[in-house]
């Protein structure tokens, strides 16, 4: 696999507040060509140690396919803080969706 891919997820999540972004953010920040293209790059970063991703449980059935999260872990700082950001991240993200949205 071309190194390209990987360097464009990597600038996107740099680029992005804390170094964390939905699969589908990063997906559309990084010009990935298709999931595949996304999943790979993401799957050999994280075999590389340079993201990792987190998933949670989805709150609500629209999100089902937004609980994926990736994060940038260059180096031992940011690996040790990784879990702790995401985390941020998905709670901010709930409490907006749950606040404004109603099943109906």
Known sequence: M????QERVVAA???ASGGVLFAAELAARSGAAD???L???VAALAAAGTVVV???PAPDPHLADAARLVVLTEDDAAAATAAVRAHRVWRRTVREF?????CG
């Open 2 to 5: 071309s190194a390209e891919p």
């Open 13 to 15: 999540l740099r680029a």
């Open 35 to 37: 999931a595949v293209d």
């Open 39 to 41: 999943d790979r790059a």
């Open 54 to 56: 987190v998933t949670y």
């Open 98 to 102: 749950l606040a404004h949205h109603s």
